[in-house]
Nanobody
Framework: QVQLVESGGGLVQAGDSLRLSCAAS????????MGWFRQPTGKEREFVAT????????AYADSVKGRFTISRDNAKNTVYLQMNSLKPEDTAVYYC????????????????????WGQGTQVTVSS
């Protein structure tokens, strides 16, 4: 089992950058594929980015491709989401998610693929 705690959210202006962090408990973090999702107010939770256990494989939603970068540091049990060129439409609660897997190269883009979730961190981008 793993517990996830997000941090790094805040209020920024359009064009600014933020880096979100997700700290995981436990000694097997390197066995979890990780994902970032977001949920704007009144909307469904949507996929943002995912990374394989080794960190070598990543995938992004089209809406953030080229602006956001997911990475992980298995020694620190942490996954990051670097968000550049933020837009007002990026405003949402951002959630970190984890899925245990033996596959080093697999990543997951669906909500139902993940077993564990953090509590979320608010990102607000003003125009």
């Amino acid at each position: 089992q793993v517990q996830l705690v997000e941090s790094g959210g805040g209020l920024v202006q359009a064009g600014d950058s933020l880096r979100l962090s997700c700290a995981a408990s436990g000694r097997t973090f390197s066995s979890y594929a990780m994902g970032w999702f977001r949920q704007p107010t009144g909307k469904e939770r949507e996929f943002v980015a995912t990374i394989s256990t080794s960190g070598g494989w990543t995938a992004y939603a089209d809406s953030v491709k080229g602006r956001f970068t997911i990475s992980r540091d298995n020694a620190k049990n942490t996954v990051y989401l670097q968000m550049n060129s933020l837009k007002p439409e990026d405003t949402a609660v951002y959630y970190c998610a984890a899925r245990f897997t033996y596959a080093r190269h697999s990543y997951y883009t669906e909500r139902n693929d993940y077993n564990y979730w953090g509590q979320g961190t608010q990102v607000t981008v003003s125009s």
